[in-house]
């Protein structure tokens, strides 16, 4: 990864794209990223909670504990989750989890393994 402008507040190298916006997670500053490339707007880009590209097929592991909704089940902290799929919406991660089934999952709880 380059290409990415530390933050304009506190000089943080790690600054990452959200939408049309870059955020420092140091900070919380949020800025536009003006001047980027239109092209990118089609692409979704997805990343794990360290910043790590996400792709379709990549295996992640759950980086805190996860109430299944509707039900009593939990994902544990460390659960290995093969296969992803990534998705539109507020959970964008689609995949199937031993002992839980289908599931979806949100970016920002897992890491990429
Ligand atoms: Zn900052």
């Known amino acids: ?3 990415l402008p ?3 507040e ?3 190298e790690y600054t990452y794209e959200d939408q049309s916006m870059y955020v ?3 900070c919380a500053h949020e800025w536009s990223t003006t001047g980027a490339d239109e092209a990118q707007e089609d692409e979704r880009v997805i990343k794990d909670s360290v910043g790590n590209l996400l792709q379709d097929g990549d295996s992640v592991t759950v980086i805190k504990d996860l109430k299944v909704k509707g039900s ?3 994902v544990k902290v460390g ?3 093969k296969n992803i799929r990534l998705v539109d919406g507020d959970h ?3 995949c199937k989890i031993d002992g839980v089934g289908a599931m979806k999952l ?3 709880f897992v890491r990429k393994v």
Do not use: F
């Open 1 to 3: 990864m380059s290409g």
């Open 6 to 8: 530390n933050c304009p």
């Open 10 to 12: 506190c000089n943080s």
């Open 24 to 26: 420092c997670p140091e």
């Open 72 to 74: 009593s089940l939990v």
């Open 79 to 81: 659960t290995k989750v």
């Open 92 to 94: 964008d991660i689609d």
């Open 106 to 108: 949100k970016s920002e």
